[in-house]
T-cell receptor, first 115, second 112 residues
Framework: GAGVSQTPSNKVTEKGKYVELRCDPI?????LYWYRQSLGQGPEFLIY????????DSGLPNDRFFAVRPEGSVSTLKIQRTERGDSAVYLC?????????????FGEGSRLTVL | QQQVKQSPQSLIVQKGGISIINCAYE??????FPWYQQFPGKGPALLIA?????SEKKEGRFTISFNKSAKQFSLHIMDSQPGDSATYFC???????????FGKGTKLTVNP
C-alpha cells in the first residue's frame, strides 16, 4: 500500500499489561511521528524520529512509554504497565521532509482500550 | 502558551452554505498554521496551510484567513457539500520544531 500502515487497528488489553503498536511509514519518508488522540480531542504529539534516532521525545507522558525505529523505517510504540488512562487512538504519521511545515501523512491509527 | 483554542465544537450547515471554523493561539512564535480534515475511522489529512506572512490563502472552496495581530485564524468552506462532513482540526507549529499543536476539533455536518 502507498499509505502509512498501522497495526493492530484495535487492541484491547487489561490494566497492567504490556502493549506494542507498530507503524510502517510511507516508503522513503525519513521523518516519523507518533501522536495520541483521546476521545473528542485533537492529536497530541508524543515523539518524532528522524531516521533511526528519536529527535524529540518530549511528548511521551512518562517512562512507561517508549518508541523505537531501529532501521529507520518501521517504528514500534511500546507501553508498559498499561493504565485505563492510556486508552486512546495512537496515530503514526510520516513526512518526506523534516520540519513542522512538511505535510504529515497519518495512518488510520491503533485504537487501544485498557480495561 | 502552547494551546490552540478552536470553536465551535460542532457545526451544522446546509448544502451550499458557508462553513466557518475559528482558532486562536497565544504563542506568537508559532509560524505555521495547517488545517487537517478527519473522517471517522481515518487519520487526519492535510487540507490547507498558511504562514503568518500572508493574510489569506485560498485553495478551491477552502480559504484560510489569518489575523496576526489578533492571533486568530479561520477556515472558510464555500459551497459546503455533504461530502465535507468531517471533523476539522486547526493546528500550529514552530519553526525548528517538529511538533504540531492541535485544536480540539470541530465536527461539521453538511445537510443535503
Amino acid at each position: 500500500g502507498a499509505g502509512v500502515s498501522q497495526t493492530p487497528s484495535n487492541k484491547v488489553t487489561e490494566k497492567g499489561k504490556y502493549v506494542e503498536l507498530r507503524c510502517d511509514p510511507i516508503s522513503g519518508h525519513t521523518a516519523l511521528y507518533w501522536y495520541r488522540q483521546s476521545l473528542g480531542q485533537g492529536p497530541e504529539f508524543l515523539i518524532y524520529f528522524q531516521g533511526t534516532g528519536a529527535a524529540d521525545d518530549s511528548g511521551l507522558p512518562n517512562d512507561r512509554f517508549f518508541a523505537v525505529r531501529p532501521e529507520g523505517s518501521v517504528s514500534t510504540l511500546k507501553i508498559q504497565r498499561t493504565e485505563r488512562g492510556d486508552s486512546a487512538v495512537y496515530l503514526c504519521a510520516s513526512s518526506l521532509y523534516r520540519g513542522v511545515a512538511g505535510e504529515l501523512f497519518f495512518g488510520e491509527g491503533s485504537r487501544l482500550t485498557v480495561l | 502558551q502552547q494551546q490552540v483554542k478552536q470553536s465551535p465544537q460542532s457545526l451544522i450547515v446546509q448544502k451550499g452554505g458557508i462553513s466557518i471554523i475559528n482558532c486562536a493561539y497565544e504563542n506568537t512564535a508559532f509560524d505555521y498554521f495547517p488545517w487537517y480534515q478527519q473522517f471517522p475511522g481515518k487519520g487526519p489529512a492535510l487540507l490547507i496551510a498558511i504562514r503568518p506572512d500572508v493574510s489569506e490563502k485560498k485553495e478551491g472552496r477552502f480559504t484560510i484567513s489569518f489575523n496576526k495581530s489578533a492571533k486568530q485564524f479561520s477556515l472558510h468552506i464555500m459551497d459546503s457539500q455533504p461530502g465535507d462532513s468531517a471533523t476539522y482540526f486547526c493546528a500550529a507549529g514552530l519553526g525548528g520544531s517538529e511538533k504540531l499543536v492541535f485544536g480540539k476539533g470541530t465536527k461539521l455536518t453538511v445537510n443535503p
